[in-house]
């Protein structure tokens, strides 16, 4: 178990996931379980917030635990409420890809995305007995790159079958007992200001809804002097290196997509979100207009992956 700011998180057993629910629903639990309790969630905003309730899950089995330290802040922020249709479209996505996400992320990468992860980690700052934020977390392989540096981690993501994939893959990993994943959207993180001494986001930022509100919230659960790193794809600056970049995300990928997965026409979104995502020293403007100061980034793989940095 960890405490920080106004949040006390109650002790979690080996490859538990820890997803929070509105005290109100306590009053129900005993009665309607599983698909019922969503009845519920769209008028969770309407409650008070005076104590949580954990719903704690594990194989498929659910336990529950009160806490009464973590209170919600008074914006109305929740992970309850109904999420836009966007944000419905990327999950069911992203639950789709669940089963095989990072045997695929292997194969397209050439087995790099995990030491672009550790790179992206170690430019964390704050102290190691710390706490850190992933945000967008996926399976976690990003929360297992911050393991190393980090006392706690805790990943939050929208897709609870991409988490529980990666709960079942990284259970008898070293970094598994010091993570923690949360069912909540980037955007409305459930967490004090101030929480975090890091946060992170790896591959991801190029499926929020709101790039610049993604860095805000961050910024926001960020404590003062901490670290924000994001790992994202990016557009190599030579052009006889950019062409056929782009042909391989264009052809060559969706092909090993279907290979692998099955997943062709699923696989062609890596290519279209990139050609709307910021390039690089573009992205660094956006970073420093939102807030950050002393961005910086670097590049790997001759531009085809970038990681930029900065400090709140």
Excluded at 70 to 83: K, N
Excluded at 97 to 117: A, C, E, M
Excluded at 176 to 181: H, P
Aim: proline content about 7%.
């Amino acid at each position: 178990p960890f405490t920080k700011g106004r949040g006390s998180y109650p002790p979690l057993r080996k490859g538990e996931a820890l997803i929070p629910l509105y005290e109100r629903e306590m009053l129900f639990s005993p009665f309607f379980k599983g698909g019922l309790r969503g009845i519920f969630q769209p008028f969770a905003g309407c409650f008070n917030h005076d104590s949580r309730q954990f719903l704690v899950a594990r194989g498929g089995r659910e336990r529950t635990v009160l806490n009464k330290d973590f209170d919600l802040p008074e914006t109305g922020r929740t992970t309850s409420a109904p999420p836009s249709s966007p944000l419905v479209s990327m999950r069911n996505m992203f639950d789709r890809l669940s089963p095989f996400y990072d045997r695929v992320n292997k194969v397209i990468s050439l087995n790099r995305d995990d030491y672009w992860r550790r790179k992206a980690a170690a430019l964390c700052g704050g102290p190691a007995r710390g706490i850190a934020l992933d945000v967008a977390t996926g399976t976690g392989r990003m929360a297992l790159a911050l393991s190393a540096r980090y006392e706690n981690v805790v990943g939050v993501d929208i897709s609870d079958k991409m988490m529980a994939g990666g709960r079942e893959a990284m259970q008898r990993l070293p970094g598994f007992s010091r993570m923690n994943f949360i069912l909540a959207d980037a955007l409305v993180a459930p967490f004090p200001d101030n929480t975090f001494d890091a946060a992170a986001i790896g591959f991801a930022t190029r499926n929020v809804v709101d790039l610049r509100g993604c860095f805000r919230e961050m910024l926001r659960l960020v404590k003062p002097g901490g670290t924000i790193v994001c790992l994202e794809l990016s557009r190599p600056p030579l052009k006889f290196v950019d062409a056929p970049y782009q042909f391989y995300l264009a052809k060559i990928v969706p092909l090993l997509g279907k290979v692998f997965s099955g997943q062709s026409r699923t696989y062609k979104y890596i290519f279209h979100s990139l050609q709307k995502f910021p390039p690089a020293g573009a992205l660094k403007q956006l970073m420093e207009e939102t807030g950050l100061r002393e961005v910086k980034f670097r590049r790997f793989n001759l531009g085809a992956v970038a990681v930029h940095w900065g400090t709140k």
